[in-house]
């Protein structure tokens, strides 16, 4: 059967787990700055609409949370009973990130609870105002650090290997690997681009709706204009991550670019498929454009999977993640910066329900990049679990019922993502922004 093999199970839990629970960590990373930004904005510019946004956007969040709190701890768990002999070896290194992560999240937490029930008690609104820097730096700091562990999963350092035993850990070096400045910074580019795609994809669904209120009006150019910020980000730390990749995991940029062969003024291929000779075929490929990812120069040499044993060669299908997540990475650039001209220039195209559509799609096809980019990464990792050093085979749990656990956990995601989508629904249905509006208007008039 599908489950009969404890580690084929453990992997697609694990990947089942990320993959859902990611959606939860970047809303959780990046809504926090979103709500710093409108209510600095607002208190700025004396503007009542974007305090109603970091409001309405903080109510929302909250529910966000707990359920990521649920999938975050079903990580925590996953590890231990699915990867056993991998936590046996790395657990004691890798133990102070882990720990530094819960105590991100908790001072995460303490101040956002203070900053929910403070709205309206300060005479000066910047003191409130100053509440939603931990919050920030707090959901921040959560990423940085358990990415930190997945950067050392795949640059392992600070320690020796003597007898099979770990020893003479170092878990600030640990820390401190040649995957992490890449790591941590793409994924803290990527959270903020992606949230505010989705809010920006929110505001313009109202808007195609016939809500034509300033409100959204607002809460679409400030997020379009974030977005493009940080997806330019994202296009300058993903060429840094490809050049990582060349120097430390050669194997891996070699498999998502389908270069087999060493070679100089290597081209960058695009889509296409292969043959049974693992042959590309239908390719879009641009010249030189592998060796300046690569190294900077278009004459530079690539290393290539022939420098590698089969059996260490990660999966070919990471070319499809890694194009995935490069053309929606470019779709959503071109979009906001077509989109902050146009407004700038007054297009009127930009306005046109057909754009606001594109805007509307970016938001699920901001998160399904994300998505792309973690299964590159993970499964381009493939055969190893710790990078020459443990194998997947060597660090899966020998259980019998992992397949069981999968079914039971597809269960609880599903629970947990339908009710999130129908909590939220209802959140914001009952009580609009024009409803909301009109209800602050008749208090001051009172």
């Known amino acids: 059967m599908l489950f009969d093999d404890p580690v084929f199970a453990s992997r697609l839990l694990t990947i089942l787990t990320l993959s859902f629970h990611i959606i939860y960590a970047t809303i959780g990373v990046g809504v926090p700055l979103m709500i710093m930004i409108a209510q600095w904005v607002g208190i700025k510019k004396n503007d009542m609409h974007y305090m109603l946004m970091a409001r309405r956007w903080a109510k929302g969040f909250v529910v966000t949370v707990a359920v990521g709190v649920v999938t975050g701890t079903a990580i925590g768990l996953q590890l231990s009973l699915l990867w056993p002999n991998f936590m046996e070896l790395a657990g004691n290194i890798i133990a102070l990130p882990l720990f530094m992560e819960v105590f991100a999240f908790f001072f995460e937490a303490i101040f956002l609870g203070i900053y929910l029930y403070t709205w309206d008690r300060f005479d000066n609104p910047r003191k409130h105002l100053l509440l939603l820097i931990p919050v920030a730096l707090g959901a921040g700091m959560s990423a940085v650090f358990i990415t930190i562990v997945n950067a050392f999963m795949n640059a392992p350092a600070g320690f020796d290997i003597i007898n099979g035993q770990l020893a003479n850990a170092n878990p600030i070096a640990a820390m401190f690997t040649a995957a992490m400045p890449t790591k ?39 997020t379009m204009k974030i977005g493009l910020i940080f997806s330019i980000a994202a296009v300058l730390i993903g060429d840094l991550s490809g050049k990582y990749l060349a120097e430390y995991q050669a194997e891996k940029l070699a498999a998502a670019e389908w270069h087999f062969e060493t070679e100089e003024a290597a081209p960058l291929i695009l889509y296409g498929m292969l043959d049974e000779n693992q042959e590309v075929n239908y390719a879009l490929q641009i010249p030189f454009g592998l060796s300046i990812l690569a190294h900077g120069y278009p004459n530079a040499e690539v290393i290539g999977l022939d420098q590698f044993p089969v059996e260490e060669q990660p999966p070919l299908i990471i070319h499809y993640y890694f194009d995935l997540m490069v053309t929606i990475g470019m779709f959503m650039l071109a979009l906001s910066l077509i989109y902050w001209i146009g407004i700038k220039r007054r297009w009127s195209f930009v306005k046109a329900a057909w754009y606001r559509w594109l805007i509307v799609l970016g938001g699920p096809l901001s998160f399904l990049g994300i998505e792309a980019g973690w299964w590159m990464a993970e499964v381009g990792r493939y055969p190893w679990i710790l990078r020459g050093i443990m194998t997947i085979e060597e660090a899966a749990t020998t259980s019998d019922y992992v397949g069981v656990m999968f079914i039971l956990f597809v269960g609880l995601y599903f629970i947990l993502g339908v009710g999130t989508v129908v909590v939220l629904r209802r959140m914001f249905k009952n009580d609009p922004i024009e409803k909301v509006l009109a209800k602050q208007q008749g208090g001051d008039s009172e």
Do not use: P
């Not at 903020?192 to 959204?216: C, D, P, Q, W």
């Open 184 to 222: 941590v910074s793409h994924v803290l580019a990527t959270a903020y681009m992606t949230v505010a795609f989705m809010l920006a994809a929110i505001a313009a669904f109202r808007l195609l709706k016939g809500s034509n209120h300033e409100y959204h009006k607002k809460a679409l150019f400030m």
